[in-house]
Nanobody, 120 residues
């Protein structure tokens, strides 16, 4: 059974940091890409950061550039999202996605999500 398992969410004050992890389990091939999306209540889902596993190329939403960093481990089965200088507007459910395209925002696999809450 293939699945993406997120962890690392929580509550933090503005200006603080969190590190999210997403581990891919059960895949028999190397995923071409892994990304992070988020959705706040009443808002549409938005792409936060994406990474292509072979090239290492990364992509970020303008709202998080310079504050968030996406990275992968050596196995290319785990991706991280280091979030610094967090703002209340970063509050959302964060989802890991894999095997797809950052440019069109389509991914074949999604995790269950992990909540991030930033208080002012």
């Amino acid at each position: 059974q293939v699945q993406l398992v997120e962890s690392g969410g929580g509550s933090v004050q503005a200006g603080g940091s969190l590190r999210l992890s997403c581990a891919a389990h059960g895949f028999t091939y190397t995923l071409n890409s892994m990304s992070w999306f988020r959705q706040a209540p009443g808002k549409e889902r938005e792409g936060v950061a994406g990474l292509y596993t072979d090239s290492g190329n990364t992509y970020y939403a303008d709202s998080v550039k310079g504050r968030f960093t996406i990275s992968q481990d050596n196995t290319k089965n785990t991706v991280y999202l280091q979030m610094n200088s967090l703002k209340p507007e970063d509050t959302a459910m964060y989802y890991c996605a894999a095997d797809g395209s950052w440019s069109i925002g389509y991914y074949n696999f999604w995790g269950q999500g992990t909540q991030v809450t930033v208080s002012s």
